[in-house]
């Protein structure tokens, strides 16, 4: 990948779902500074600590599954009720007259990040657009009480590779 820059055929590149280690042996044997990094974070898995050091090391954050599990193939924890229902994200959006899905993206945004929604329904790519405004700092700290540490991807054992090893919300 890193030959590619040097051909034009990619402005930049990036990595997804490595682990701190995996990133760290990047940055130490490779001669490129990953662009970004793709991974799952939304308010129930808030990974500041990750999430800060790959931005100190100059590596933009994209968060993918911003809705935590609303994505219909993560059906473990089926019963816990969806993130943007969770009545922080709710009152929140409430008072900024939004839903709760637009409170986790705002929250997202609010930390330097890119946000992935994906939606098929127009009206909620409408919604999502429109998830881009600002949060005030009480808000931040209500939302900062509702991590979970609760990760909902985790394809490890399809790969036949662990993933996200040494990260928060890792399963043994
Ligand atoms: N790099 C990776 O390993 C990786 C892993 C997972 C995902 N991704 C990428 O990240 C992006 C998003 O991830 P995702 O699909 O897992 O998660 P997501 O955007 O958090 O969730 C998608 C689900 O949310 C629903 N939805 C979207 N907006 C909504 C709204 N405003 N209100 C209610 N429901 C809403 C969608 O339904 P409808 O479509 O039916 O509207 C869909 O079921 C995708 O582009 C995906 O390719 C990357």
Redesign the pocket.
């Known amino acids: 990948m890193e030959k590619l820059l040097t051909t034009g055929k990619a402005k930049a590149i990036g990595v ?2 490595f682990s701190k280690a995996e990133l760290e042996t990047l940055l130490k044997e490779g001669s490129i500074v990953p662009a970004a990094h ?1 991974l799952e974070c939304h308010p129930w898995l808030q990974q500041k600590e990750f999430t800060q050091w790959c931005q100190i090391k100059g590596i933009h954050i994209q968060q ?4 935590g599990n ?3 193939i993560y059906d473990s924890r089926k019963n816990m009720g969806k993130l ?1 229902d969770n009545p922080v994200l709710v009152e929140i959006g409430k008072k900024h007259n939004k ?1 709760g ?1 637009q409170v986790a993206l705002a929250w997202g945004i609010s930390q330097g990040h890119s946000v ?6 127009p009206s ?1 790519i409408r ?2 657009l429109e998830g881009d405004f600002k949060l005030d700092a009480e808000d931040l700290k209500e939302i900062e009480k509702i991590d979970k540490k609760l990760r909902f ?1 985790d394809p490890s054992k399809s790969f036949g590779y662990e993933f996200y090893t040494d990260l928060e919300g890792k399963k043994s």
Not at 64 to 67: A, E, L, N, R, T
Request: proline share 9%; net charge positive.
């Open positions: 997804s779902n793709q993918y599954s911003p809705f609303q994505n219909e943007m839903t899905a992935l929604p994906k939606s098929k329904t909620r919604e999502n991807n």
